[in-house]
């Protein structure tokens, strides 16, 4: 199993940013997928999941209205549109999946830094 992100830079306030995640090694379409994100020191906190088949969305507050979450079975990938970026944003993002077989807290990627600032 392989979850790889793409996709994070530096970028200033108000401006957008699309992660990607890879999968691979799983039956992807049966899998929820969620973003994650971390501050050093921090824990890791929920940021947005698409369940599948149901299609499924949902977003933690902070994010809702900025951030769109998507799927393509057909490539096996997910992404994480980010709009109107803040500094409180900047983080590492993590891809997750969850779904028949994984562990209980799913499978995880290595993760992409997302730096917001001016």
């Known amino acids: 199993v392989q979850l790889v992100e793409s996709g994070g830079d530096l970028v200033q306030p108000g401006e957008s940013l699309t992660l990607s995640c890879t999968a691979s090694g799983f039956t992807f379409s049966r899998y929820a997928m969620n973003w994650f994100r971390q501050v050093p020191g921090k824990e890791r906190e929920f940021v947005a999941t698409?369940?599948?088949?149901?299609?499924?969305?949902n977003y933690r507050p902070s994010v809702k209205g900025r951030f769109v979450i998507s799927r393509d079975n057909t490539r096996n990938m997910a992404f994480l549109q980010m709009n109107s970026l803040r500094p409180t944003d900047t983080a590492v993002y993590y891809c997750?999946?969850?779904?028949?077989?994984?562990?209980?807290?799913?499978?995880w990627g290595q993760g992409t830094q997302v730096t917001v600032s001016s």
């Open positions: 698409i369940g599948d088949p149901d299609g499924y969305i």
């Open positions: 997750n999946a969850r779904g028949p077989g994984a562990p209980s807290d799913g499978y």
